[in-house]
Nanobody, 124 residues
Framework: QVQLVDSGGGLVQAGGSLRLSCAASGGNFMAYIMGWFRQAPGKEREFVAGISRRGDSTLYADSVKGRFTIARDNAKNTLYLQMNNLKPEDTAVYYC?????????????????WGQGTQVTVSS
């Protein structure tokens, strides 16, 4: 069973950038499709981005396309989310997640393992 630890969140001004990391341990990292989700106060947890096992296929929510980039380093068992041109509406707790499904999916129910979350706050 894989364990996930998120890091890299913080406070940034609108238009700024942050890179989130998710370190995996306790399992075969390449066995999992990986994703990032976020949850703002009072809102449902929503899909942000997902990446295939080899990193050759990605999926993004429309709200982050062109601004966020998901990547993985299988040699380092680490998942990344590069976030550029951040907006106040990106403020949320961000979670990495692992899925054993065949393809990259946006549904929260498709992901089986979760990190503890890291707070991202974007000021206007």
């Amino acid at each position: 069973q894989v364990q996930l630890v998120d890091s890299g969140g913080g406070l940034v001004q609108a238009g700024g950038s942050l890179r989130l990391s998710c370190a995996a341990s306790g399992g075969n990292f390449m066995a999992y499709i990986m994703g990032w989700f976020r949850q703002a106060p009072g809102k449902e947890r929503e899909f942000v981005a997902g990446i295939s096992r080899r990193g050759d296929s990605t999926l993004y929510a429309d709200s982050v396309k062109g601004r966020f980039t998901i990547a993985r380093d299988n040699a380092k068992n680490t998942l990344y989310l590069q976030m550029n041109n951040l907006k106040p509406e990106d403020t949320a707790v961000y979670y990495c997640a692992a899925s054993v499904h065949f393809s990259v999916l946006a549904a929260r129910q498709a992901y089986h393992y979760w990190g503890q979350g890291t707070q991202v706050t974007v000021s206007s």
